[in-house]
């Protein structure tokens, strides 16, 4: 069955870095893109990057800073986040959603993973 599983996620001071990973099981990568959410309580769930077979999207607030890549092989995509800040404390969720163009609609998406905690404070 189609599963994505969040793993990367801690507790990291500011202008720290950390490498989130959401490997995929039960499809392969080649026809989906996969998208990075977060979410803080209380509010709604936004688009932080998402990749492609041909194509990444950043959202504003993360550009220069993340970095988006996918491994194939693995099934795996990753998420590069340097230069972090306080107000990137967030669950982090990554999702699958059909075809061959990114979105930062949540409702496009079909399958999420269970969230992983990144917390960037002193």
């Known amino acids: 069955q189609v599963q994505l599983v969040e793993s990367g996620g801690g507790l990291v001071q500011p202008g720290g870095s950390l490498r989130l990973s959401c490997a995929a099981s039960?499809?392969?990568?080649?026809?989906?893109?996969i998208g990075w959410f977060r979410q803080v309580p209380g509010k709604e769930r936004e688009g932080v990057s998402c990749?492609?077979?041909?194509?990444?999207y950043y959202a504003d607030f993360v550009k220069g800073r993340f970095t988006i890549s996918r491994d194939n092989a693995k099934n795996t995509v990753y998420l590069q986040m340097n230069s972090l800040k306080p107000e990137d404390t967030a669950v982090y969720y990554c999702?699958?959603?059909?075809?061959?163009?990114?979105?930062?609609?949540?409702?496009?998406?079909?399958?999420w993973g269970q969230g992983t905690q990144v917390t960037v404070s002193s």
């Open positions: 999702a699958r959603r059909a075809g061959y163009y990114c979105s930062s609609a949540t409702y496009e998406y079909d399958y």
């Open positions: 039960g499809f392969t990568l080649d026809y989906y893109n």
């Open positions: 990749i492609s077979s041909i194509t990444t």
